[in-house]
């Protein structure tokens, strides 16, 4: 007990015990009923993305997180605006604390893991105001009618009356507090509750609609071409002759933005990659230290460390870019105000901007620039072979410094993705040590070697450190390989690889829940710790 009180974070935890939580199940929750809450918490967040925050001008506002939507599971202007990233910045921060030894805190000790979990919420609490304020204050505008109708009120101690367009923002900053903290407890009913995480869930919801809508959608463009992949296609092969299939149409159908036909493929390739490399696994195999004949195996995934590090390697890409932004919209802030350094934007004038060719969120220069997604071949492959039609993707740079962009974006992915790995790991049970003692309370052993927990830990040392590193760069590399080939729907290479490999283990999550139905001896050993 003395060894626990020296973390400062049980200061907290009269605060973070008040906070509200969604409780436990006290026994077994039936599966249908663990079916019911997905299926309930699913429709939600559906609502929740078509319900735009009152108040808003729609007309001015800007997406700053548009093509990372497919990530952080959000709608443009809804109550889903800020989407999960509140969620992952904060357990980045607790994770890069906990793996640093910073936070002194046994996480295998459940009161240690309750002041752990309770401040990790209060730091998402905190996350929320953290990016709500500078949306409403940097690219959320109110409407001009809701400010004028807020004129003379007041709120005491807040703002003085009079204020209507302060007002105005306060109140979308509450709305998007209120709708990012309905969104952390819908998570907590699904992990409780349901089955697999709720966050999980969200995105690969977010990703699947993105891609339908890619594939399918056959509202036109500017030109009157659908812009769906499919429709756009078809648009293309009834409307062109063979000659003008050959000049330059089928490089249309092929390549040119938006859905190109290769964004298509290159959605199904990741798809059936994804499949392949999730059932590629070592497996250990164990036996029974007391019952004769009963044997196992215990599979060490060659994606051990799931999709969690792109998330959490995306997130922070995504606070870069958000912070940049803010900065070069405020020269008058001191040394950091449109600094071109930490990046570079259009302004709204921008012959590009005007003509659609830009946004004023795409990074032009500096860090935000060499850090930003690569979104498709044109952003990168296809200037080469027609500088001409496609030179605007350049964004009036040289091609070398395209290329550095290239360079620089896969290597802090990819590390990106290796390091959070590791943190993830270290964080959550899945380390050697854990796994060992696992096996050894569930009376397993590996045969051939003594029945001791040390001895079972440096086997295991022997592969879950390296599978850790290489899982991670796997799903980095994964994901940064399908963002420069591009995705139907904007969904990003991370999105599809997340909602991929989010599908596969739900798919296995119900399987193990009809096999507990089942088989009611089964909870014992797939109850989580």
């Known amino acids: 007990m003395e060894e626990k009180r020296k973390s400062r974070l049980y200061r907290l935890k009269f605060l973070t015990d008040r906070l509200p939580a969604v409780t436990r199940p006290e026994g077994h929750v039936h599966f249908r009923t663990k079916l019911f809450w997905v299926l309930f918490i699913l429709i939600l967040y559906f609502v929740m993305t078509n319900v735009f925050l009152y108040g808003l001008d729609r007309s001015k506002t800007l997406d700053f997180f548009a093509s990372l939507r497919a990530i952080l599971a959000g709608a443009q202007g809804s109550l889903m605006h800020l989407g999960i990233g509140p969620i992952v910045t904060g357990s980045i921060i607790m994770q890069l604390f906990a793996g640093a030894k910073i936070i002194n805190l046994d996480l295998k000790d459940d009161e240690d893991k309750s002041v752990y979990q309770g401040t990790q919420k209060l730091l998402v609490i905190i996350m929320i105001f953290v990016e709500a304020i500078p949306q409403v204050f940097g690219f959320l505008t109110p409407a001009q009618g809701f400010q004028d109708n807020l004129n003379g009120f007041s709120i005491p101690f807040i703002l003085a009356a009079g204020n209507g367009k302060g007002l105005a923002e306060f109140f979308l900053v509450i709305q998007l507090f209120a709708g990012s903290y309905l969104v952390f407890m819908m998570d907590e009913v699904v992990s409780k509750w349901g089955i697999g995480s709720g966050i999980s869930l969200f995105i690969a919801a977010g990703v699947a609609q993105q891609i339908f809508t890619g594939t399918f959608n056959w509202e036109p ?262 963002d420069m080939i591009g995705t139907v729907g904007n969904a990003s290479g991370t999105g599809v690889l997340l909602s991929v490999g989010i599908m596969i283990q739900m798919y296995e999550a119900i399987g193990r829940e009809q096999m507990m139905e089942m088989h009611p001896v089964l909870r014992q050993w797939f109850a989580p710790a």
């Open 221 to 482: 463009t500017t030109q009157n071409i659908p812009s769906g992949t499919v429709p756009k296609t078809i648009y293309y092969l009834q409307n062109l002759n063979s000659g003008q299939i050959a000049s330059g149409g089928l490089e249309q159908v092929m390549l040119a933005p938006p859905n190109a036909l290769i964004a298509l493929v290159g959605t199904i390739a990741i798809f059936f990659i994804v499949s392949y490399v999730e059932s590629t696994r070592i497996e250990l195999p164990l036996a029974h230290g007391t019952a004769r004949g009963a044997r196992g195996r215990y599979p060490i995934r060659l994606l051990y460390a799931s999709n969690i590090p792109v998330i959490l390697i995306a997130a922070v890409l995504a606070n870069v870019s958000m912070f940049s932004l803010l900065f070069w919209q405020h020269p008058e802030w001191p040394l950091l105000g449109h600094q071109w350094l930490l990046g570079a934007y259009p302004a709204a004038g921008d012959p590009r901007v005007v003509n659609q060719e830009l946004q004023q969120t795409t990074p032009i220069g500096g860090a935000a620039f060499y850090l930003s997604n690569i979104n498709g071949v044109q952003e990168w492959l296809l200037p080469l072979f027609s500088p001409t039609r496609y030179g605007v993707y350049l964004r009036g740079h040289q091609y070398y410094q395209i290329a550095a962009h290239l360079g620089v974006f896969l290597f802090v992915f990819i590390i990106g993705s290796m390091m959070f790995a590791r943190f993830w790991i270290a964080t959550t049970n899945m380390g050697a040590d854990s796994v060992a003692k696992q096996i050894q309370s569930s009376g397993m052993q590996i045969p051939g070697f003594r029945r001791d927990p040390a001895i079972l830990e440096r086997v295991l040392q022997r592969y879950i450190p390296v599978v850790t590193i290489i899982s991670g760069g796997a799903v980095g590399a994964l994901a940064a390989g399908a």
